[in-house]
């Protein structure tokens, strides 16, 4: 049985220079008691523990308490300790759920993949078989052995790495400064601060969206404003704006390439317009690049922030293409907004801890990075062509799929007719985990979502997994 916490009680004559005496524990309790500061129910301390607090013998702290006892004031129960008595004995506490809450929106059970099958085709992850361990373990060793840096943060990032990261985002048309960067965990927490510090209430997010971005905006209390996302047509410009006209949402957050979950990629001219709406109704943009550097020349297309445009927030993440574990994003602001964000990611953290920091830091500049990334590139180009052949050549009729060219996933369309709930039981049975996808989805009334269908993933899928997988998932839409 768990213990309760005792309360802890001041005895005066402690403090006066001279031992305190069984008397004045008594008196010390019953004033104590009076002041209200030994409620009902209050478990006093061990004996042991007032005899090592004070140095007074056990002797004399145990006939404190029976006195204490033999006056009613006390009652002891047996291997539990010694309490004030009351007539129910406990005391009554209001269980946090039922304190008024905030409001916080409950949120619904993490549906991480369902880890029993040994396929998991719709995982936004990169295959582990492809993660660069000994490099990072060497990092690792070289920077704890780096002396000075043992009790060293940076609220704002590592600056070492802050700098690194501003400058491969110049070499990608992205003029940057170390100054405009914030280090982040992962990318969630950069979308986190932007919501608070920012003190946005209205957000426009693409539906369908990555989920976790939808429960965040929503759980900050934020209203949102969907915007409705066909990627075999491409984004009807004007539905868009009428909305962000009509609403007013002080930001949108869009995932402008390989977007989670639909892979689909903005075109130029639908990137163009969106920066010239938001110079017109001072709409602040997050773009999230969480695809970034997964393909080669995935990194084709211009981003929001490339095209410039003021009021352009940037976030992206090395957990997608480096290490989940790491945990290690960066959110790209302009030069005004960086003390409001750096104070509020103070608040939250005082600091991300600059030992992962540091490894990745050394890894970059040992050009471990580079060198990994052209790995991993050429192995998800040849499973992403892998995955799109196997596609053709086992979806049957009524199937498409977007081509990102990018990214961890493509998203793939079944037919209406087919139960996504008894497809994904029946493809449980040869192994293969799909995830249902109905959280990304904007839920308005009872109408259905405009998609229907899943993600496939490359970057965690090899070719033979991949192959079995869509060669069963072929037979299962067939029948
Ligand atoms: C589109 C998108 N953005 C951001 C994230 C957050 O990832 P992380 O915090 O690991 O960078 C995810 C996670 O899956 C995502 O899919």
Known sequence: ??????????????????????????????????????????????????????????????????????????????????????????????????????????????????????????????????????????????????????????????APLRAQIAERLTARAMPTDASQVIITTGSQQALDIVVRALAVRSVAVEDPVYSHARLLFENLGATLTSLRLDPFAGIDLDQWTSALVEHKPSLLYAITRFQNPTGYSYQTHELEALVRLSATTGMGVLEDDWGSDMLSEGDYRPT?????????????????????????????????????????????????????????????????????????????DARYAHCVDTLREHMPEGCRWTLPGGGPTLWLEVPRAVDLASLSARMHAHDVHIQSTEEHFAREGSEAPHLHGFRVSYAFCDEEKLTRAITALGRELRA
């Open 1 to 158: 049985m768990q213990r309760s916490p005792y309360h802890s009680f001041s005895v005066r004559s402690a403090f006066e220079g001279r031992r305190p005496t069984a008397a004045d524990l008594v008196e010390s309790v019953l004033a104590e008691h009076r002041a209200g500061h030994l409620p009902d129910g209050a478990r006093l301390p061990p004996v042991r523990a007032i005899e090592k607090q004070l140095g007074i013998s056990k002797n004399t702290v145990q006939s404190a308490y029976d006195e204490l006892v033999a006056r009613g004031v006390c009652v002891t129960r047996e291997r539990d300790g010694v309490f004030i008595a009351t007539s129910a004995a406990t005391i009554s506490r209001t269980p946090l759920a039922q304190a008024s809450a905030p409001a916080l929106r409950p949120l619904p059970p993490l549906k991480s993949a369902d880890k029993s099958a040994s396929i998991q085709l719709s995982s936004v992850f990169i295959d582990p078989a492809l993660l660069p361990r000994e490099k990072l373990s060497e990092c690792a060793r070289s920077v704890l052995r780096t002396p000075g840096l043992e009790s060293f943060y940076d609220v704002q990032g590592y």
């Open 304 to 380: 929001l922030r490339s095209l410039g445009g003021d009021n352009v927030l940037y976030a992206n993440s090395f957990t997608k293409k480096l290490l989940p574990s790491l945990r290690v994003g960066y959110l790209v602001a302009p030069n005004p907004l960086i003390p409001t964000l750096v104070a509020m990611k103070r608040l939250a953290t005082l600091g991300n801890p600059w030992f992962t920091e540091a490894i990745l830091s050394e890894f970059l500049d040992r050009g471990y990075y580079d060198t990994h990334l052209r790995a991993v590139q050429a192995a998800l």
